[in-house]
């Protein structure tokens, strides 16, 4: 793969940020380095970085795909309150139980996104 700057940069800021930024707000925030940065850009390189595994995807249904840089096992919150994805330490073994738990099926992969409340807006509502 080829060499680009502005790669680099999307993945320097993605690896900077621990709030799952989507593709726009990387955009606009590099466009202060990078002023001539364009969307379609970032949505090019954030897929190749995913392709390559350097990013992970954080897809939620209705919303802008996510992008973060922590790879390692963990799963992921979306607030259906304050719209941001937090990082869900679920154990390993929990969650392989849980989803090897469905004999019928063939599990060749899995993801788990839990809605709901993050502890901030949870504390907000008492």
């Known amino acids: 793969m080829r060499y680009s700057h502005q790669r680099e ?9 621990k709030d799952h930024p989507t593709a726009e707000q990387i955009c606009t925030s590099l466009r202060e ?29 209705g919303e802008a795909d996510r992008f973060d840089a922590e ?15 937090v990082s869900l330490p679920i154990s390993e073994d929990t969650l392989h139980n849980l989803v090897m738990s469905c004999p ?3 599990v060749e992969n899995y993801y788990l996104t839990v ?11 008492g």
């Open 9 to 17: 940069l999307i993945l320097k800021e993605v690896l900077s940020r």
């Open 33 to 61: 380095v990078c002023p001539r940065l364009s969307l379609g850009t970032v949505y090019r390189d954030l897929n190749t970085l995913v392709e390559i595994g350097k990013v992970r995807r954080v897809s939620i249904p």
């Open 104 to 106: 019928e099926v063939k």
């Open 115 to 125: 809605f709901g409340l993050c502890s901030d807006c949870a504390r907000q509502e």
């Open 71 to 85: 790879l390692g096992v963990h799963q992921n919150l979306f607030c259906r309150k304050c719209r941001k994805v």
